[in-house]
């Protein structure tokens, strides 16, 4: 795989070797730079980044920290810039702040990563040779959104008894949005983000009496004792002793409008409660968005929303306003996917059963419409805050960590990232099933769905693995029958993207085949199908996220960069991206290719 000529077109690059270098790592004859990293002032009256002087106020108008979605919108009626809008997923204090105590953060800290969770908007301008972005400063629709900006809840749960606190006793308005991991870019222009792992935020669950709060709170792993960042000491509403169920206004899907930085975000109740790794839509063929997701834990599900209401063409305030009701009105469904080869073939070793294919076909249950539930025992306001119990109920496939899921724009057909799953075939778990077909899944796969007749509200699918990650040279991977010695190794695909030939790009997080994570490009269709090429490295500690592959830029969020048991502000793993002596950052590169012409082409 180490020249650039056979390969699909959009993948006709020089491979990149799988290394441990400290550096984003591209193809021969590719150039990249770093756009933005944590702590670049965007807001007008934001100070230049100064770790040494770090502030709340100063983080809440600059960047944010461990940038993982990312999206450029298209920008109208302003020539040569785009808009870009990234999430910052979590903080990393030990990295972040020199002489850090974890038992005792101060109250500056505390809230200096409050600003530096939650997104960005920011405004980037095009180098007119190249592919370079430049952040156009105190631009007047840049916006952070924070932990503490307000948030609408909206849908069939919002106002419900389940999601009242007592800062906020009619359950609609919620302070901020945490740990938001990867997301989608809407057809009416907003932008979805998902609140995945958001139990680590809040302490004290051990002490809530209340036995179906308590129920609800272990499904979603919210732990007893003191949070790792200890915030409900600097704000009650994080401590779940006091405010039991501010826990349930978090882990949603949220949608942002980043054309106007005065609009309030929703928090989308009809898209269910759990770790939301990303929301991805589609159109149904009467304009309907239909949106895929994935609930990422070990054993958790897959999962679609479909809308009841059509998008509204234009860009009108009528269409506007009318396209930010979609997401509130409409189905909520989750996967069950029944493998079609006997279930001796499938012994947990990863081996292809005599098919030759791990594959089959799907249904999905309906968990709720509106204010009707489709569970038993439970009412259609409990199934969207306990999403997860619903779907334990109805009998959904236990996946290996779904997360982010995109469907092809060439094809119709859908692709969900398994990330790994170390507990498959464990004592007490569930074992191996055609969809998860390797105990103790190390690299995890790539599943891709079809929906029947190609029609995204179907109630039926069939699906295929189209990867099964991991060495090559072993016998339980599998590249959609590509020759297995023409490929590069990946391991724990987590983001995937589609380039403008049709191609997917998977992102990787936590490559457990001892180099970097990575970027990666795949045909999808075609003589080449199943021929996965590296295209970048990422730092060391660091994930790929958020890729973006556009016809002349291919850009990543690289996610906590210098992120090693034990590392420290003052005894960094990485020197990333600014050499020794100097902060670790999280960042967005860009990559193009040096003679200005098409990626990959
Ligand atoms: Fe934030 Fe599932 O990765
Ligand atoms: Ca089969
Ligand atoms: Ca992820
Ligand atoms: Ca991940």
Not at 406 to 422: D, F, I
Request: aromatic fraction near 8%; hydrophobic fraction near 35%; proline fraction near 7%.
């Amino acid at each position: 795989s180490g020249h650039p000529g056979a390969a699909a077109r959009g993948l006709r690059f020089t491979p990149v070797a799988p290394n441990t270098t400290d550096a984003v790592t591209i193809p021969r004859g590719y150039e990249q730079q770093v756009v933005i990293r944590w702590g670049e002032p965007i807001l007008r009256g934001a100070p230049d980044f100064d770790p040494a002087r770090q502030s709340a106020r100063a983080q809440a108008g600059q960047f944010g920290y461990n940038n993982d979605f990312l999206t450029l919108l298209p920008l109208p009626g302003e020539r040569g810039h785009r808009l870009l809008v990234a999430n910052h997923e979590y903080t990393d204090e030990e990295l972040m702040f020199a002489g850090y105590d974890p038992e005792r953060p101060t109250r500056e800290q505390v809230e200096i990563a409050w600003a530096a969770h939650g997104m960005s908007v920011v405004v980037v301008a095009e180098e007119r040779r190249g592919g370079a972005l430049t952040p156009v400063r105190r631009h007047r629709l840049n916006r952070r959104i924070t932990a503490t900006t307000p948030f609408r809840l909206t849908g069939p749960a919002a106002g419900g008894k389940l999601l009242r606190t007592s800062a906020d006793p009619r359950g609609t308005e919620v302070l901020g949005t945490l740990n938001n991991c990867a997301g989608g870019t809407t057809p009416w222009g907003t932008v979805l983000s998902g609140e995945e792992n958001v139990n680590q935020y809040f302490g004290n669950a051990e002490r809530v009496t209340d036995p179906r709060t308590a129920a609800g709170l272990k499904r979603y792993g919210f732990a007893g004792g003191p949070s790792e960042r200890r915030w409900e000491e600097f704000d009650h509403r994080f401590d779940l002793a006091r405010e039991p169920q501010e826990a349930h206004r978090f882990g949603w899907v949220v949608e942002i409008d980043p054309h106007d930085p005065d609009s309030v975000p929703r928090k989308r109740t009809a898209l269910g409660r759990f770790k939301h790794e990303a929301a991805q839509p589609r159109l149904t063929r009467d304009g309907r968005p239909v949106v895929y997701m994935g609930d990422d834990e070990r054993f958790d599900y897959f999962y679609k929303f479909v809308s009841g209401r059509r998008m509204a063409r234009g860009s009108g305030r009528a269409a506007r306003e009318h396209n930010l009701t979609l997401l509130d009105h409409g189905a909520l469904y989750v996967a069950r996917l029944t493998g079609d080869s006997p279930r001796d073939q499938i012994d947990g070793s990863g081996t292809l059963p005599r098919d030759g294919e791990f594959d089959g076909s799907g249904e999905w249950i309906k968990l709720a419409e509106g204010d009707t539930s489709y569970v038993e025992g439970m009412t259609a306001e409990e199934v969207y805050v306990f999403t997860r119990l619903a779907a334990d109920k109805v009998g959904a496939t236990k996946m290996d960590r779904p997360e982010d899921v995109e469907p092809s724009p060439r094809t119709g057909r859908v692709y969900m990232a398994l990330t790994n799953n170390k507990d498959r075939g464990a004592a007490g778990k569930a074992g191996p099933d055609e969809a998860n077909p390797r105990n103790g899944n190390k690299h995890g796969h790539v599943l891709e769905l079809a929906e029947h007749r190609d029609d995204p509200a179907a109630r039926a699918f069939s699906w295929r693995l189209f990867l099964v990650c991991g060495d090559p040279e072993q016998p339980d991977t599998y590249f959609a029958g590509f020759p297995k010695e023409q490929v590069s190794p990946i391991s724990c695909p987590d983001n995937v993207a589609f380039d403008p030939h049709g191609n997917l790009w998977i992102s990787t997080d936590g490559n457990a085949l001892g180099s970097h994570d990575g970027l990666f490009g795949v045909a999808t269709q075609g003589r080449y199908e199943g021929q996965v090429r590296q295209f970048l490295t990422v730092p060391t500690g660091a994930e790929t996220c958020g890729p973006v592959v556009e016809e002349r830029r291919v850009l990543v969020c690289v996610q906590h960069p210098g992120e090693v048991d034990g590392a420290t502000f003052e005894r960094p793993a990485s020197t990333w991206p600014d050499g020794p002596g100097r902060v670790v950052r999280p960042a967005v590169v860009c990559v193009w290719r040096a003679d200005g012409g098409a990626i990959g082409v």
